[in-house]
């Protein structure tokens, strides 16, 4: 079973409005921590923001913040005042048994593409 | 800069063959993880070392196998090279408790 789930294949947005970008998850474990990466064409993965399970508040970098929706098991990626050098491919991605004191492997979605116009 | 140094940025070779891919993790972090991405799978894990030792394997083929040294830098050996090993390989680190994976630029392979 897919575990991280981006239903949105591409999107896009208009240069300075904000974009939602979905993301959904499946997992048992109660400790996990949620990671967006941004990659643009060049082909580096950008480490954008992070929320864990057990954070209380929605996680904010920037323009970046993080819709984070327990019971939904969403983490939904919000890009306010999009400008033209956010046009990448975001992945989705999710580490479970986060505070098991060990590293684990990233699960990854499938990527959104997102094109911002001018 | 993550501070992840991958090696070389891009390689091209011939089926048949073998190559190593080398990674140099941020200083401090002792975890390091292979990442393939590839255009018809996406991201996928290939495994993890931590301190030198084995953590964890994914969908890594056979012919595929990895070591960390003692200095903690990686290599990837990726042998016997088909064409559909042509990817981009990631190497990624993170201290033992980070909250997120540093990402290499990434080593473009093209067997041909």
């Known amino acids: 079973a897919q575990k991280i789930t981006q239903t949105q294949p591409g999107m896009f947005v208009q240069e300075k409005e904000a974009v939602t970008l979905d993301c959904t998850y499946d997992?048992?474990?109660?400790?996990?921590?949620l990671f967006w990466y941004k990659q643009p064409s060049s082909g580096e993965m950008i480490f954008l923001i992070y929320?864990?399970?057990?954070d209380q508040q929605n996680a904010t970098e920037g323009r970046y913040s993080l819709n984070f929706q327990k019971a939904r098991k969403s983490a939904n990626l919000v890009i306010s005042a999009s400008q033209l050098g956010d046009s990448a491919m975001y992945f989705c991605?999710?580490?479970?048994?986060?505070?098991?004191?060990?590293?684990?492997?990233?699960?990854w979605g499938l990527g959104t593409s997102l094109a911002v116009n001018p | 800069d993550s501070g992840v140094t991958q090696t070389p940025k891009h390689l091209i070779t011939a089926t048949g063959q073998r190559v190593t891919l080398r990674c140099s993790p941020r200083?401090?972090?002792?975890?390091v993880y292979w990442y393939q991405q590839s255009l018809d799978q996406g991201l996928q894990f290939l495994i993890q070392?931590?301190?030198?030792?084995?953590?964890a394997k994914g969908n890594i083929l056979e012919r595929f196998s990895a070591q960390q040294f003692p200095d903690l830098h990686s290599e990837l050996n990726l042998s016997s090279l088909e064409l559909g090993d042509s990817a981009l390989y990631f190497c990624?680190?993170?201290?033992?408790?980070?909250?997120?994976?540093?990402f290499g630029q990434g080593t473009r392979l093209t067997v041909v």
């Open positions: 990624a680190s993170s201290a033992k408790a980070g909250t997120e994976a540093f």
């Open positions: 200083s401090g972090d002792l975890s």
């Open positions: 070392y931590y301190n030198g030792e084995e953590r």
């Open positions: 997992t048992s474990d109660p400790s996990y921590g």
């Open positions: 929320q864990g399970s057990y």
């Open positions: 991605a999710m580490r479970e048994g986060f505070n098991a004191g060990n590293n684990r492997k990233l699960i």
